[in-house]
């Protein structure tokens, strides 16, 4: 699966952050072969037309996030739908996922993490245990991790490494509690990818 993804990265051209802390050493598969896979992934270069190039934009989206081709196409509906321009609305949509949420608090260094984690029970929204990495998060609602779980292999050493961790402004986290919260819609979000291309390739 991680030769996959990797594969992907290389394919799109851009880190996606897939792999978490992996993508930022030597060992990153775009770092080592920065260039597209297959035989002639060095040398060839194809010419991409614009709607090529929106469904490059696309790709990164799902793989950024995680999401299947029926699951991106759920949120752009959902955010034409909204009163805000739908590039806006996507990203709010998307960065509010709990997974999106664990990830952006520091606590994992990647999203396929996070969804793993929350699949197992590792994590609790106003000390309640969830299970679904889909949850959409609001302003107000605590994410922290369970405490049966703050003892786990994973969580180990964590308050060090987050030290000099900031995380984004649309989020507060309490470092000694290890608990985050949402205090805003998601903002000013740096992402691997054209959102405006990706509205255009679902209009």
């Known amino acids: 699966m991680q030769k996959i993804l990797e594969k992907k990265e290389r394919s799109l051209g851009v880190k996606l952050s897939i792999k978490g802390d992996r993508c930022g050493s030597p060992k990153c598969a775009l770092i080592r072969k920065p260039y597209r896979p297959g035989q002639h992934g060095k040398s060839h270069r194809r010419k991409v037309s614009e709607f090529g190039k929106q469904l490059q934009e696309k790709q990164k989206v799902r793989f950024t996030y995680g999401l ?21 609305g996507v990203i709010e ?31 609790s929204v106003h000390g309640r245990k969830v299970t679904i990495p889909s949850r959409r998060m609001k302003i107000g609602d605590k994410v922290s991790i369970r405490p049966e779980s703050k003892n786990a292999a994973v969580f180990q050493d964590l308050k060090d490494k987050l030290k000099n961790y900031e995380v984004p402004t649309w989020l507060s986290f309490d470092k000694e509690k290890l608990e985050g919260e949402i205090v805003a819609k998601p903002h000013d979000v740096i992402a691997p990818f054209d959102i405006n291309a990706v509205v255009d390739y679902y209009s």
Do not use: M, P
């Open 93 to 123: 949509i998307l960065e509010s996922r709990l997974d999106n949420v664990i990830f952006r608090l520091g606590f994992v260094s990647s999203r396929s993490a996070a969804r793993q984690l929350v699949g197992h029970g590792h994590f």
């Open 68 to 88: 299947s081709e029926k699951q991106l196409g759920k949120v752009f509906s959902e955010a034409e739908r909204k009163a805000e321009v739908t590039s806006q």
